[in-house]
C-alpha cells in the first residue's frame, strides 16, 4: 500500500517519491500489476501429483476440471486391462491429464524464457495448458480398449478415433457449462483459441486443408512449434508421452529411465524451410533413443501383457454381448447403445469402466451371456494361452476372423489329437508393437541443435549415434488363446498351433504341449517305481 504522507515527513518512504506526483499511467500499471499478482496469489490452486510433485494449476483450468466431463476422467483407468495384471496400475486418466496439462506450460515457459523472440504471448500458454489438460476427454471405457478393440468389432466401417471425441467432448464441455465469457475474462480471444486448442489435440479441423502448405487456423505458421507440445505427430516427442512414461513406471513399479527434466533444459525453436520446430541439443540423441526404448519396453511388459490383453479381449466380448440390450441416455432423452454412444456427447459422459459392474450385477436376463464371461474374469477363468509366433520377414498379419478359421484347420497329420476343434475354439491377437511411427525411426524426424550454432537445425543418422542400435523399429506378435479350461482340448489346440506355426513358416512358439509332460512324467513314474521294485528286499 503506498504512502499517503508527505515523502519528508515518513522515515519508511524518505526517498520515494510521493504517490500523488507519479504520472497516471504509471499508476495506472502498477494497479494493474498488483491485481495481477492478487490473483497469482489468490487463484492459482496447488495440486499434489505424485510424479510431478506440488504444482500449480491456473484458475481457468480448475474451472475446467471442475466439470461433469473432467470429472468422468476419473473413473477410466489408464491402463485398462493391465490393471487386472499389476495390481498397482489403478490410476485413472484424470490425473494423467492434469500431469500433461502441467507439463506443457512447463515446456512453452521454458521456450518462453529462453527465446523471447519467439513472442509466445500468455495466451499461447493457457491455451497449450489446456490442449494438455483435455486432450484425453474422448477415451472410452478401459481406455484404448474401447477404441482399439471394441468399437473395430462392432462397427468396422466406422473410423473412430479417440481423439475424435476429445474434440467434441471439449466442445461439450465449453458450451454446457456455459465457459465462453470465463475463458473472455482470463484473455482468451474465443474463436481462434478455441480453434488452436482442438488442432492441438485432434489436427487441423478442416479435411481439406491438410492439402495446403499450413493447414491450421489457430495460429499462424510462425508459432508453428506450439502444435509440436501436447501431440507431436512429426516425431512423437511431447509432453503427453513424458508424463505416461513417469506416471505408468510408477504405478506398475517398473523403473523410469527417461528424465524429461533434463531435456527442458536443452529444447530450443529453430527454423527449418520457412517453418519453426522444437529441436534439441545434438548431445541429447542417445537419451531420445532410450526414450523409445522405455516406451517399447513398456508395451512390451505391460502395455501388451498377454494376460493383460486375453482380459481386454474377454471384456470386449462381454461389451460386444451387452451392446444390444444395455441402454445409455443421451440428450433429449434419447436412448444409445454401447457401441453408438460417441455420438451424443451426454450420453458418451456417462459412458465409462462402471459399465463393467453394472453388467456384472445386473438382474437383466439379457445381460446373462455377458455377465458371464465377466464372472470367468473375476474367477480367473481365463481364455488359455497356447503360444505366440512372428510372421515372415517383410509379411503382415492383418486381425480378422480367418486367422482362427486356418487354425481349426491346421489339425496334425502326424499323431493327430483326438479332439476336433473349431474356429469358435480359437482366439487369436495380433499385436504391433514400434517406437511409435510404425517402420519408420522415430529420431529420423528429430531436429537438433549443436553448441557452436544453437540456430542451425540438422539431423543426426543412426549410424552416427551408435552400431548397437536396432536395425527394424517395428514387429508384430500373433498369440493364440484356446476358449476351453479342459486340459485335453488345451494340449490339442497346442498341437493345432504349431502346426498353423509350421504350414505359415512363421517363428515355431516355444511351447511345450502339455499332454507330453503328461505322458514323460508318467514314463518317469513307471522307470522309478519298477526301479524301486527290482532294487527292493521284499521281491
Same mark, same amino acid.
Request: glycine share 4%; aromatic share 10%.
Given at each position: 500500500?503506498?504512502?499517503?504522507?508527505?515523502? /519528508?515527513?515518513?522515515?519508511?518512504? *524518505?526517498?520515494?517519491?510521493?504517490?500523488?506526483?507519479?504520472?497516471?499511467?504509471?499508476?495506472?500499471?502498477?494497479?494493474?500489476? =498488483?491485481?495481477?499478482?492478487?490473483?497469482?496469489?489468490?487463484?492459482?490452486?496447488?495440486?499434489?501429483?505424485?510424479?510431478?510433485?506440488?504444482?500449480?494449476?491456473?484458475?481457468?483450468?480448475?474451472?475446467?476440471?471442475?466439470?461433469?466431463?473432467?470429472?468422468?476422467?476419473?473413473?477410466?483407468?489408464?491402463?485398462?486391462?493391465?490393471?487386472?495384471?499389476?495390481?498397482?496400475?489403478?490410476?485413472? *486418466?484424470?490425473?494423467?491429464?492434469?500431469?500433461?496439462?502441467?507439463?506443457?506450460?512447463?515446456?512453452?515457459?521454458?521456450?518462453?524464457?529462453?527465446?523471447?523472440?519467439?513472442?509466445?504471448? &500468455?495466451?499461447? +500458454?493457457?491455451?497449450?495448458?489446456?490442449?494438455?489438460?483435455?486432450?484425453?476427454?474422448?477415451?472410452?471405457?478401459?481406455?484404448?480398449?474401447?477404441?482399439?478393440?471394441?468399437?473395430?468389432?462392432?462397427?468396422?466401417?466406422?473410423?473412430?478415433?479417440?481423439?475424435?471425441?476429445?474434440?467434441?467432448?471439449?466442445? #461439450?464441455?465449453?458450451?454446457?457449462?456455459?465457459?465462453?465469457?470465463?475463458?473472455?475474462?482470463?484473455?482468451?480471444?474465443?474463436?481462434? =483459441?478455441?480453434?488452436?486448442?482442438?488442432?492441438?489435440?485432434?489436427?487441423?479441423?478442416?479435411?481439406?486443408?491438410?492439402?495446403?502448405?499450413?493447414?491450421? #487456423?489457430?495460429?499462424?505458421?510462425?508459432?508453428?512449434?506450439?502444435?509440436?507440445?501436447?501431440?507431436?505427430?512429426?516425431?512423437?516427442?511431447?509432453?503427453?508421452?513424458?508424463?505416461?512414461?513417469?506416471?505408468?513406471?510408477?504405478?506398475?513399479?517398473?523403473?523410469? @529411465?527417461?528424465?524429461?527434466?533434463?531435456?527442458?533444459?536443452?529444447?530450443?525453436?529453430?527454423?527449418?524451410?520457412?517453418? *519453426?520446430?522444437?529441436?534439441?541439443?545434438?548431445? /541429447? $540423441?542417445?537419451?531420445?533413443?532410450?526414450?523409445?526404448?522405455?516406451? @517399447?519396453?513398456?508395451?512390451?511388459?505391460?502395455?501388451?501383457?498377454?494376460?493383460? @490383453?486375453?482380459?481386454?479381449?474377454? +471384456?470386449?466380448?462381454?461389451?460386444?454381448?451387452?451392446?444390444?440390450?444395455?441402454?445409455? /441416455?443421451?440428450?433429449?432423452?434419447? &436412448?444409445?447403445? +454401447?457401441?453408438?454412444?460417441? !455420438?451424443?456427447?451426454?450420453?458418451?459422459?456417462?459412458?465409462?469402466?462402471?459399465?463393467?459392474?453394472?453388467?456384472?450385477?445386473?438382474?437383466?436376463?439379457?445381460?446373462?451371456?455377458?455377465? !458371464?464371461?465377466?464372472?470367468?474374469?473375476?474367477?480367473?477363468?481365463?481364455?488359455?494361452?497356447?503360444?505366440?509366433?512372428?510372421?515372415?520377414?517383410?509379411?503382415?498379419?492383418? &486381425?480378422?476372423?480367418?486367422?482362427?478359421?486356418?487354425?481349426?484347420?491346421?489339425?496334425?497329420?502326424?499323431?493327430?489329437?483326438?479332439?476336433?476343434?473349431?474356429?469358435? =475354439?480359437?482366439?487369436?491377437? $495380433? $499385436?504391433?508393437?514400434?517406437?511409435?511411427?510404425?517402420?519408420?525411426?522415430?529420431?529420423?524426424?528429430?531436429?537438433? %541443435?549443436?553448441?557452436?550454432?544453437?540456430?542451425?537445425?540438422?539431423?543426426?543418422?543412426?549410424?552416427?549415434?551408435?552400431?548397437?542400435?536396432?536395425?527394424?523399429?517395428?514387429?508384430?506378435?500373433?498369440?493364440? %488363446?484356446?476358449?476351453? &479350461?479342459?486340459?485335453?482340448?488345451?494340449?490339442?489346440?497346442?498341437?493345432?498351433?504349431?502346426?498353423?506355426?509350421?504350414?505359415? @513358416?512363421?517363428?515355431?512358439?516355444?511351447?511345450?504341449?502339455?499332454?507330453?509332460?503328461?505322458?514323460?512324467?508318467?514314463?518317469?513314474?513307471?522307470?522309478?517305481?519298477?526301479?524301486?521294485?527290482?532294487?527292493?528286499?521284499?521281491?
Amino acid at each position: 500500500m503506498c504512502c499517503v504522507y508527505p515523502a /519528508e515527513s515518513c522515515t519508511r518512504h *524518505r526517498f520515494i517519491q510521493p504517490c500523488w506526483s507519479l504520472p497516471a499511467e504509471r499508476l495506472k500499471v502498477l494497479a494493474c500489476l =498488483d491485481k495481477l499478482q492478487e490473483q497469482h496469489m489468490d487463484m492459482m490452486k496447488v495440486f499434489n501429483d505424485p510424479i510431478h510433485g506440488h504444482i500449480e494449476i491456473h484458475p481457468l483450468l480448475v474451472r475446467i476440471i471442475d466439470t461433469p466431463q473432467f470429472q468422468r476422467l476419473r473413473y477410466i483407468k489408464q491402463l485398462g486391462g493391465t490393471y487386472f495384471v499389476f495390481p498397482g496400475a489403478s490410476h485413472n *486418466r484424470f490425473e494423467h491429464s492434469i500431469g500433461v496439462g502441467y507439463l506443457a506450460g512447463c515446456l512453452v515457459r521454458a521456450l518462453k524464457e529462453k527465446q523471447p523472440e519467439l513472442d509466445i504471448t &500468455q495466451r499461447d +500458454i493457457l491455451c497449450v495448458e489446456i490442449a494438455g489438460l483435455c486432450h484425453d476427454l474422448g477415451h472410452g471405457p478401459f481406455s484404448h480398449m474401447f477404441d482399439g478393440r471394441f468399437i473395430p468389432l462392432t462397427r468396422p466401417d466406422w473410423k473412430w478415433k479417440h481423439e475424435t471425441a476429445s474434440v467434441k467432448m471439449f466442445e #461439450h464441455l465449453i458450451t454446457s457449462n456455459k465457459l465462453e465469457e470465463v475463458m473472455e475474462s482470463y484473455g482468451l480471444v474465443l474463436e481462434e =483459441d478455441l480453434n488452436f486448442i482442438k488442432e492441438q489435440i485432434g489436427g487441423p479441423t478442416d479435411e481439406a486443408a491438410c492439402e495446403i502448405s499450413w493447414p491450421y #487456423h489457430g495460429r499462424p505458421k510462425e508459432k508453428s512449434f506450439l502444435y509440436e507440445v501436447v501431440a507431436n505427430k512429426k516425431n512423437g516427442i511431447d509432453v503427453d508421452k513424458w508424463d505416461y512414461f513417469a506416471r505408468d513406471c510408477h504405478h506398475l513399479g517398473i523403473q523410469n @529411465n527417461f528424465d524429461y527434466k533434463r531435456l527442458l533444459k536443452f529444447i530450443r525453436v529453430c527454423e527449418v524451410k520457412n517453418q *519453426r520446430h522444437i529441436c534439441t541439443r545434438d548431445k /541429447e $540423441v542417445g537419451n531420445l533413443y532410450d526414450m523409445f526404448h522405455t516406451r @517399447n519396453c513398456l508395451h512390451r511388459r505391460a502395455y501388451q501383457h498377454k494376460i493383460g @490383453n486375453i482380459i481386454e479381449i474377454m +471384456i470386449t466380448e462381454a461389451l460386444q454381448k451387452a451392446d444390444k440390450f444395455f441402454k445409455i /441416455e443421451g440428450s433429449g432423452g434419447k &436412448q444409445y447403445q +454401447i457401441s453408438t454412444a460417441m !455420438e451424443d456427447m451426454e450420453a458418451y459422459t456417462k459412458l465409462t469402466d462402471n459399465i463393467y459392474l453394472e453388467i456384472l450385477h445386473s438382474s437383466s436376463p439379457e445381460l446373462k451371456e455377458a455377465q !458371464e464371461i465377466l464372472r470367468k474374469i473375476e474367477r480367473r477363468e481365463l481364455y488359455k494361452f497356447l503360444g505366440e509366433t512372428q510372421p515372415g520377414t517383410r509379411s503382415e498379419v492383418v &486381425q480378422n476372423n480367418s486367422l482362427a478359421e486356418s487354425i481349426a484347420k491346421s489339425k496334425p497329420e502326424k499323431d493327430p489329437p483326438d479332439v476336433e476343434l473349431k474356429a469358435e =475354439d480359437f482366439v487369436v491377437d $495380433v $499385436v504391433n508393437m514400434d517406437y511409435g511411427m510404425k517402420e519408420q525411426n522415430p529420431i529420423d524426424n528429430v531436429l537438433f %541443435y549443436c553448441k557452436a550454432d544453437p540456430s542451425k537445425a540438422v539431423k543426426i543418422s543412426k549410424e552416427q549415434v551408435s552400431k548397437l542400435l536396432p536395425k527394424t523399429f517395428a514387429e508384430q506378435v500373433i498369440r493364440v %488363446y484356446c476358449k476351453s &479350461q479342459n486340459p485335453v482340448i488345451v494340449s490339442a489346440a497346442k498341437q493345432y498351433f504349431i502346426q498353423w506355426c509350421m504350414e505359415k @513358416n512363421f517363428t515355431k512358439p516355444p511351447v511345450i504341449n502339455s499332454l507330453v509332460i503328461f505322458i514323460v512324467l508318467k514314463a518317469s513314474c513307471l522307470l522309478a517305481f519298477s526301479l524301486w521294485q527290482s532294487h527292493s528286499p521284499l521281491t
